[in-house]
């Protein structure tokens, strides 16, 4: 992990400006943090010291089970939030939050800010309305298991987990997120590469026409 400072942390503040957030200086407290792929923002479990919004690269939400397995609940890219539940309340479970690629965040720390933060109405409009955002993504997904084939579901998987230009995730992580049996994840796959869409490397798959999968993925949206 990387603590921008000097110029570099200026670039970022004035590119990617969020102060109309917030009714107080907020930006003032900032740090501008960036974390490599596969690096962890926050370790499951542990209340995170900052409050983070990213202005680049996209990350992963994992949580453990009582039995020890280990899923992938979530995606977090470009303007998101992440810590804001652990804001909101003093007793709620960290889940485990790993960079899929690099990612730049801003980090707002909890401990300076959180009075500020909870009595800002504006902040609390606008997180208010990301929350909303993101419950209705939530719900979006458990019916899409429902109204779409596996093929667009794990289109949209793959451009949403690719680290240039190369799919490898672990197929069981795959099956539990899409809630799909091993065999018909394998037989989609094996479909992709017939059609020209991956190609199989090694342990993972090039992906070899974006196009395609946009196409397919691209259904979800429009649903």
């Given at each position: 992990?990387?603590?921008?400072?000097?110029?570099?942390?200026?670039?970022?503040?004035?590119?990617?400006?969020?102060?109309?957030?917030?009714?107080?200086?907020?930006?003032?407290?900032?740090?501008?943090?960036?974390?490599?792929?596969?690096?962890?923002?926050?370790?499951?479990?542990?209340?995170?010291?900052?409050?983070?919004?990213?202005?680049?690269?996209?990350?992963?939400?994992?949580?453990?089970?009582?039995?020890?397995?280990?899923?992938?609940?979530?995606?977090?890219?470009?303007?998101?939030?992440?810590?804001?539940?652990?804001?909101?309340?003093?007793?709620?479970?960290?889940?485990?939050?790993?960079?899929?690629?690099?990612?730049?965040?801003?980090?707002?720390?909890?401990?300076?800010?959180?009075?500020?933060?909870?009595?800002?109405?504006?902040?609390?409009?606008?997180?208010?309305?990301?929350?909303?955002a993101k419950a209705t993504l939530m719900a979006s997904k458990y019916s899409q298991s429902l109204a779409f084939p596996l093929e667009n579901r794990l289109?949209?998987?793959?451009?949403?987990?690719?680290?240039?230009?190369?799919?490898?995730?672990?197929?069981?992580?795959?099956?539990?997120?899409?809630?799909?049996s091993y065999r018909h994840l394998l037989h989609v796959l094996t479909q992709f590469c017939q059609k020209g869409y991956l190609q199989k490397e090694g342990r993972g798959y090039q992906i070899k026409r974006y196009d395609s999968l946009y196409e397919l993925a691209?259904?979800?949206?429009?649903?």
């Amino acid at each position: 992990m990387e603590v921008y400072k000097g110029e570099k942390k200026r670039h970022q503040l004035e590119k990617h400006s969020i102060a109309h957030l917030f009714s107080f200086p907020a930006e003032e407290f900032m740090e501008v943090r960036e974390y490599e792929r596969d690096e962890w923002i926050i370790q499951e479990g542990r209340r995170p010291d900052f409050l983070f919004y990213v202005i680049e690269g996209k990350a992963k939400i994992y949580v453990t089970h009582q039995n020890g397995k280990v899923s992938l609940i979530n995606f977090i890219n470009k303007d998101d939030y992440i810590g804001e539940m652990e804001l909101l309340h003093e007793v709620y479970y960290t889940k485990g939050i790993q960079a899929s690629a690099k990612t730049v965040c801003f980090a707002l720390p909890i401990y300076r800010c959180r009075a500020q933060l909870l009595q800002d109405a504006k902040f609390l409009r606008e997180l208010a309305k990301f929350l909303s955002a993101k419950a209705t993504l939530m719900a979006s997904k458990y019916s899409q298991s429902l109204a779409f084939p596996l093929e667009n579901r794990l289109a949209d998987f793959i451009l949403q987990t690719a680290y240039e230009g190369v799919y490898k995730e672990k197929h069981v992580t795959v099956c539990d997120y899409l809630g799909v049996s091993y065999r018909h994840l394998l037989h989609v796959l094996t479909q992709f590469c017939q059609k020209g869409y991956l190609q199989k490397e090694g342990r993972g798959y090039q992906i070899k026409r974006y196009d395609s999968l946009y196409e397919l993925a691209e259904a979800l949206k429009n649903k």
